[in-house]
């Protein structure tokens, strides 16, 4: 699992997930979770691991997607551009 962040054009921070060439929105602000630390303190309060966790909300659906490449590249995409690096850099490398 590939893990980053964006920052969308009213500032607000949500955590994405990579899935295949694109960055999927994975946040529930009405959850309570919004970016990455968010996730983090929800798994450390269930006992989960943080890729359950992601992975739950991927599996819901999560929320608008983003052309990986051109976040990658420093270009924004529909307003949003990547607030953190995406983690690990490489498929299939450890976290």
């Known amino acids: 699992m590939r ?5 969308l054009p009213d500032d607000r921070i949500h955590a994405a997930l990579v899935q ?6 994975v946040a529930d602000p009405a959850a ?4 990455v ?13 943080l890729e359950q966790v992601l992975g739950l909300r991927l599996a819901a659906g999560g929320g608008a997607r983003y ?3 051109a976040l990658l590249g420093g270009e ?4 949003a ?10 498929p299939g490398a450890a976290a």
């Open 3 to 7: 893990i980053g962040q964006i920052r």
């Open 76 to 79: 924004a995409a529909r307003g």
């Open 67 to 69: 052309p990986l490449a």
């Open 37 to 49: 630390a968010d996730f983090l303190d929800r798994a450390l309060e269930t006992g989960r691991r």
């Open 20 to 25: 295949g060439d694109e960055l999927v929105d």
């Open 81 to 90: 551009r990547l607030a953190m690096p995406i983690t690990p850099r490489r």
């Open 32 to 35: 309570g979770l919004s970016g």
